[in-house]
């Protein structure tokens, strides 16, 4: 079995992940491993913004599934999460929101001091490249490279006059002053192409000697000695071997797979543990608890042909690779979710609590459903759920999937909140803005009125937003994992740095946050007595 030393092991190449092994690999003088359970992010698709909506296979995506959810017909629902390096960075839609400022003064509130907006705002524009904005919210130089998109259908545009039609303002910057109203979504691209977690970090860093990047290498079980992680097996390519930590391991696999390491080792519910046959080494119950995550309602309606519906047949598909190449435009640079908006619900007068967004063409089941013709989406998120739910392990075999429950609109203020969402939706399809594209009303329909009716549009049809958080939550309650500094409370040499951090969901998508989480907690690390620096 082959055997390796290292200063700090990171375990995930993700939003934070990446962020971390390059910061920590920037000391000469510290040896950094990074494990990726995925591949490399050769796949061209990766690279071509409008190349995610095809990136479904395992190659670069788990591919998981949650329990059945009891709010939403049992279902198990898809929840894709990335596997290769950039995690879901290098399969997302690559939409760069930072969230409420009132979301970090939530977390402060909780016992979290330095993690107020004040805390975390130096950290956003520390990562940022942002070739649009340099201000006190925004900062240039950084490896995240942000920018404004190439260009945006009609039906974009339409959407952003609706949403003014129905009073709400233009806000040209989301992640300033102020969330409110709608607008163009900046984006994680660079020249056209998709801006990664890898790209933005890893790429200028894979040449130094002390960084050892090693893909198809999934963690299955931390060593633990006398209260203190010393190092991990992994599986490389299938192949066993332990990799030994001299200062730290950090967990940045995210909100599904940091606690599914963390429960795999023996940390966490010990009775649970037990009754799967791992041996408890360290009880801590909140390990896999407190998962929060948004849920999407979507709606779609029939188009005039303005949308991107048909681009991916064989004559269109070769004319838009070729409008690419040449001259880096065409379909093939959209984001298809290209704008979008943030509202306040009744419920909420002080932030906006719903986000919605359009896409230029059919979205149905992920995209895994087509329809024939021309349309577009618009999907509309309740932001601050408050249905929390949990990840378990299935069983004490490391290369199973985990339990993943969301546990979704177990919370009767979540139904309330969706269905106003929802018809925010239905509002923005009635204005004036869209009536030269608008055909009809494709899903739910325009025979679904009643509350029955659209309750079972909703169980039959909500989806994931893709941003499971909160397993690992930083806190110093009884069900808190990490502290602030993100040491995992009870154990030596352990960190989580991702996602799962997050004792609550932001108002908005998750993968700035996350980065800025990576950042920030490398800054912790390198800042511990004992860091070379």
Not at 110 to 137: C, H, I, M, S, T
Not at 339 to 361: C, K, W, Y
Not at 523 to 530: A, E, N, Q, T
């Amino acid at each position: 079995m082959t055997i390796d030393r290292f200063d700090y092991i990171v375990v995930g190449a993700g939003a934070a992940g990446s962020p971390v092994a390059s910061r920590l690999s920037e000391d000469p003088d510290s040896s950094v491993l990074l494990l990726e359970a995925g591949g490399r992010d050769w796949n061209p698709l990766i690279h071509l913004p409008m190349g995610f909506t095809k990136l479904t296979t395992p190659d670069v995506n788990w591919g998981f599934s949650t329990i059945p959810q009891k709010q939403l017909n049992n279902r198990r629902m898809h929840y894709p999460q990335g596997r290769t390096l950039g995690g879901s960075t290098s399969i997302n839609a690559m939409i760069y929101i930072r969230g409420a400022a009132s979301d970090y003064e939530m977390w402060k509130s909780l016992g979290n001091a330095d993690w107020g907006y004040e805390d975390v705002l130096p950290f956003f524009r520390k990562a940022e490249n942002n070739e649009r904005l340099n201000d006190r919210y925004h900062g240039s130089g950084g490896p995240m490279n942000v920018t404004e998109q190439a260009a945006h259908n009609e039906l974009s545009k339409a959407y952003v006059r609706a949403a003014q039609e129905l009073g709400l303002p233009y806000n040209h910057d989301f992640n300033g002053a102020s969330q409110d109203g709608v607008g163009y979504y900046d984006v994680t691209q660079r020249n056209h192409r998709r801006e990664s977690a890898a790209t933005a970090y890893l790429r200028p860093a894979r040449n130094r000697p002390n960084l050892t990047i090693s893909s198809r290498s999934q963690g299955t079980r931390l060593i633990v000695e006398n209260g203190r992680v010393i190092g991990l097996e992994y599986l490389r390519k299938g192949e066993p071997r332990i990799a030994y930590a001299n200062r730290e391991v950090i967990l940045s696999s995210g909100a599904i797979n940091s606690p599914r390491l963390l429960l795999l080792s023996g940390i966490g519910p010990a009775a649970e543990l037990e009754a799967l046959g791992i041996e408890a080494v360290h009880d801590l119950p909140g390990v896999g608890k407190n998962l929060q995550d948004h849920m999407d309602v979507y709606l779609t309606a029939r188009s005039t042909p303005v949308s991107y519906n048909e681009s991916d047949r064989p004559l269109k598909m070769l004319g838009a690779g070729f409008q690419y190449l040449m001259n880096r435009t065409g379909p093939a640079t959209a984001t298809v979710c290209e704008a979008g908006m943030f509202v306040r619900s009744s419920e909420n007068p002080e932030t906006p609590d719903i986000q919605m967004h359009i896409l230029p063409a059919f979205v149905i089941d992920h995209g895994r459903q087509r329809v024939r013709g021309h349309g577009f989406t618009i999907n509309t998120c309740h932001l601050r759920p408050r249905s929390i739910g949990e990840v378990t392990l299935a069983s004490s075999d490391p290369t199973a999937d985990p339990n993943i429950d969301p546990n979704f609109l177990d919370d009767p203020y979540d139904w309330k909140l969706s269905l106003e969402a929802f018809e925010w939706g239905r509002e923005m399809l009635a204005t004036r803005a869209f009536a030269p594209f608008v055909k009809s009303e494709h899903m739910p329909g325009a025979a679904v009125q009643t509350d029955a009716q659209k309750r079972d549009y909703v169980r039959k049809w909500a989806k994931t937003d893709y941003h499971p958080v909160g397993t690992c939550k930083m806190g110093s309650d009884p069900m808190a994992v990490v502290d602030t500094d993100l040491k995992v409370h009870g154990l030596q040499g352990l960190r989580v740095i991702d996602a799962s951090i997050m004792p609550t969901l932001i108002s908005g998508n998750t993968q700035a946050t996350s980065i800025m989480i990576g950042e920030k907690g490398a800054h912790h690390v390198l800042s511990s007595p004992g860091a070379a620096g």
